[in-house]
């Protein structure tokens, strides 16, 4: 009877923590945890894996994007937009990071209240978020330049409130 008890304890604690794992990333980047069509593995890529790599990530946004009518980025250098990176890259600022000033707002109000650092590939979403927000506030005018400027400070600050995280804990 005690094993049967400890056999289901485990279980629920393994469910618990694959579910809760699973809630965790998908609360902020809804999209990174959909199905690709291609194949039967997550959508869920990260850019950043070696200094190399953030480099490179810093190249693609140097290299300046254009943002079609429809919202697509991409990469105007045909040489840098023919690598494997920024076919991630692509799939990251496409299919993943939120594009609607409700969208962008709910991911700052998620962001403004989450309880631990975020993992790598959601401050990598994040930063790619506020860059995209940056250039709709510069392409907008009137309202919707101070709403997509609220968007972008409201980002900043929760990034600003991730990297400090550390140090705004009180000591025990």
Not at 100 to 116: D, G, K
Request: net charge positive; proline share 3%.
């Amino acid at each position: 009877m005690l094993w049967k008890t400890l056999l289901l304890l485990l279980f629920y604690y393994s469910a618990y923590a694959t579910a809760t794992h699973r809630w965790s990333r998908a609360m902020l980047f809804p999209a990174a945890q959909r199905f690709k069509r291609s194949s039967a593995a997550f959508l869920n890529p990260v850019l950043q894996n070696s200094l190399e790599d953030v480099v490179l990530l810093y190249e693609f946004l140097l290299a300046e994007l254009d943002i079609d009518k429809h919202q697509r980025i991409s990469i105007k250098d045909e040489e840098l937009a023919s690598l494997r990176k920024a076919a991630e890259f692509d799939t990251i600022c496409n299919e993943i990071i939120p594009k609607s000033i409700t969208e962008i707002r709910r991911l700052s109000s998620r962001l403004s209240s989450y309880p631990r650092v975020l993992k790598k590939e959601d401050f990598e979403r994040t930063v790619l978020t506020m860059v995209y927000t940056a250039y709709r506030a510069a392409q907008s005018q009137g309202h919707q330049k101070d709403a997509w400027a609220e968007s972008f400070v409201s980002l900043y600050k929760a990034l600003k409130h991730d990297l400090m995280f550390p140090y705004n804990k009180e000591p025990s």
